[in-house]
């Protein structure tokens, strides 16, 4: 069962815009996680976000878990090709682990 | 810091081969850790987690095993590779707290 959707699957924007990528869930998690990775290698950490209403900034990406902990938002501001990766969020439930479905994200320069 | 390995980083292999992928975790103890695999420019399927020395945990039924011989290693197998065994397979560890992953940089197999 898949419990965290992200949307949308696949983002194809130009350098300099601003993009959000959600992630929902009809389940509450203690925490989220979201990642990003690169072709060939492993996902890497952004950000934690423990608190619903919970607001993270991470230079021009700004992290949102929402007030219910049910869902979760990444938004990104003047996007670089640097941006470009897969990003994933993940839930913890009952120290149980849920990814979501992936972003697809490139930027053309 | 702690550090974990994957290897090999890629693989080709028959199908009806067997297979041994490790990994290993350095600067901690007791991780919980994990195998998943990952379809291209996907999500991740969880395939086996460990709690400890010995203790697997299966989430998904296939001809896949895997084993935790040590504390901080993690080997997954195969007797006979399939053709839908190939995929990218991503190792990761967390301190055992349900908080934080963190993830190896993954082996690409390729089943001929």
């Known amino acids: 069962t898949q419990l965290l959707e992200q949307s949308p699957q696949f983002l194809s924007i130009q350098e300099g815009e601003n993009l959000t990528v959600y992630c929902n869930s009809s389940?509450?998690?203690?925490?989220l996680q979201w990642y990003r990775q690169e072709p060939g290698e492993g996902p890497v950490l952004l950000v934690t976000?423990?608190?619903?209403?919970e607001v993270k900034k991470l230079k021009r990406l700004t992290f949102q878990f929402g007030d219910a902990r049910k869902d979760s938002s990444l938004h990104i501001t003047a996007a670089q090709p640097g941006d470009t990766g897969l990003y994933l969020c993940a839930g913890v439930a009952g120290n149980q682990f849920y990814f979501g479905t992936g972003t697809s994200l490139t930027v053309i320069p | 810091s702690q550090t974990i390995h994957q290897w090999p980083a890629t693989l080709v292999q028959p199908v009806g081969s067997p297979l041994s992928l490790e990994c290993t975790v350095e600067?901690?103890?007791?991780?919980?850790l994990y195998w998943y695999r990952q379809a291209a420019g996907r999500g991740l399927q969880l395939l086996f987690y460990?709690?400890?020395?010995?203790?697997i945990s299966s989430e998904v039924p296939q001809n896949l095993s895997a084993s935790r011989p040590q504390d901080r290693q993690f080997i997954l197998s195969s007797k006979k590779l399939l053709l839908s065994d190939s995929g990218f397979y991503l190792c990761?560890?967390?301190?055992?707290?349900?908080?934080?992953?963190?993830f190896g940089p993954g082996t690409r197999l390729t089943v001929t």
């Open positions: 460990s709690v400890g020395i010995g203790q």
């Open positions: 600067g901690t103890s007791n991780p919980n």
């Open positions: 990761a560890w967390d301190p055992g707290q349900g908080f934080e992953q963190y």
């Open positions: 389940s509450v998690f203690s925490s």
């Open positions: 976000v423990v608190t619903g209403g």
